[in-house]
């Protein structure tokens, strides 16, 4: 193993109970080539301050719950490493336009009403009994919507993305992924449900098409394609309404 050196690691720090505004404070923490942000803010809680706050779960890059902006960036701390920021000082912030709940902890709760509302699960074209056996899918249907289903919900992209900065009732690009990863799903029959979502006020149409948001995705998912196919499934959901019969709600 390599000899232990030491980083300075700042920290945004914020108790709304106690602070009236976030402050800095910076820790100098003994590290190693193999150690990873998350670990090194688990340092500073060890050691010099236990009441710092942050998520964290898997230390694997699945759960998506450890990120937070790292030199202003929003990362995944547990798969972001120290080495990499060395001799230079690395700074921790809560994810960007979040509000902080406190330290580097965010409030996920308008995140988590965005991604009830695509209806994140798959709703059956057709009613089955189970005598009837599973629905079967080829290889190509399964590579239709696969990439979209490797979404953790680290929110990341929404910590990119000026839009929802700027307008925090947007739907956004992960939610607009997990929409999309249902929507493409050939088991599945609810996009009329969820294209009342897509095209709403709130919808695909308020991103400014910046693409951060698939930049800084651990998963590549891809959030920024499926914004702009959402766009165009919008579009022509909204002419072929004019061509089809009266009646005709298909």
Same mark, same amino acid.
């Given at each position: 193993m390599s000899e232990p050196r030491i980083i300075e690691i700042e920290v945004l720090r914020y108790n709304p109970e106690s602070d009236a505004a976030p402050r800095s404070e910076v820790y100098k923490v003994p590290f190693t080539d193999d150690m990873s942000v998350l670990q090194g803010a688990q340092y500073i809680k060890d050691n010099f301050d236990?009441?710092?706050?942050?998520?964290?779960?898997?230390?694997?890059?699945?759960?998506?719950?450890?990120?937070?902006?790292?030199?202003?960036?929003? *990362?995944?701390?547990?798969?972001?490493?120290?080495?990499?920021? &060395?001799?230079?000082?690395?700074?921790?912030?809560?994810?960007?336009?979040?509000?902080i709940e406190k330290d580097l902890v965010v409030d996920w709760s308008g995140f988590m009403e965005k991604l009830e509302s695509v209806?994140? &699960?798959?709703?059956?074209?057709?009613?089955?009994?189970?005598?009837?056996?599973? &629905?079967?899918?080829?290889? *190509?249907?399964?590579?239709?919507?696969?990439?979209?289903?490797?979404?953790?919900?680290?929110?990341l992209c929404y910590s990119a993305c000026p839009q929802f900065g700027l307008d925090p009732d947007f739907i956004g690009p992960g939610a607009m992924a997990i929409l999309h990863r249902y929507n493409a799903d050939s088991r599945d029959g609810g996009a009329d449900t969820r294209m009342e979502v897509v095209a709403s006020e709130d919808g695909v149409f308020t991103c400014s098409a910046a693409a951060y948001c698939s930049e800084v995705c651990p998963k590549h998912v891809d959030p920024a394609k499926a914004v702009n196919i959402n766009k165009i499934n919008a579009s022509l959901d909204y002419f072929l309404r004019f061509l089809r019969p009266k009646g005709d709600s298909q």
């Open positions: 236990g009441s710092l706050t942050f998520r964290w779960s898997c230390r694997m890059a699945i759960c998506g719950s450890c990120g937070m902006m790292i030199n202003g960036i929003p *990362k995944l701390s547990c798969e972001t490493f120290l080495r990499d920021y &060395y001799p230079n000082r690395v700074s921790l912030e809560a994810l960007a336009h979040f509000p209806h994140p &699960y798959i709703i059956p074209k057709e009613e089955r009994a189970i005598e009837e056996g599973e &629905y079967l899918q080829t290889p *190509k249907q399964f590579a239709e919507y696969i990439q979209y289903a490797a979404c953790i919900n680290c929110t």
